[in-house]
């Protein structure tokens, strides 16, 4: 197997964890990561898969049938690109997140880096009950006026 493919069949066994992601499967992570991964999100940034396991296992305590659907992925000589949804039920209403995650892998087939892209002010933020409105005021106030 060439080490493009290699990458590519360990990106495609990440991948298919998050779909299949339960509180059960959280030990997956250690044979997929490196032990000093280094996971990015809007909300954190931690290095270490344990670290990385807990803000998985606080995902699972905080929100109710949390879920991923994988839309795509790709793979580049510097890095693999999965397209995701993200559906979960929490404060009350359901919710709907599309991102991207970005994911290196080292020369031994583990997962070094994770940094999730995806929207917090529009995707979140702008979509709770108190600041909501603000938000959405501000992002008015700076979009383009067509």
Known sequence: MSGHDARAAKLGAY????????PETLGTLDTL?????????????????EAYKRI?????EDTENPRFEV???ALTARAGYIRWVFRFRA???????PGMSEVEIDAG???VRHLDHW???AEFYAKLPLIG?????????????T
């Open 119 to 121: 929207d917090s002010g």
């Open 15 to 22: 991948a298919r964890l998050f779909e299949t992601l339960s």
């Open 33 to 49: 990561c490196a032990p000093d991964i280094h996971f990015t999100d809007p909300f954190n940034d931690v290095r270490g898969v």
């Open 71 to 73: 839309l795509d992925q």
């Open 91 to 97: 404060l009350g209403r359901d919710w709907e997140i």
């Open 133 to 145: 409105p603000l938000v959405r005021v501000v992002r008015r106030r700076l979009a383009l006026k």
């Open 109 to 111: 087939g583990r997962i």
């Open 56 to 60: 998985l296992a606080h995902m699972f």
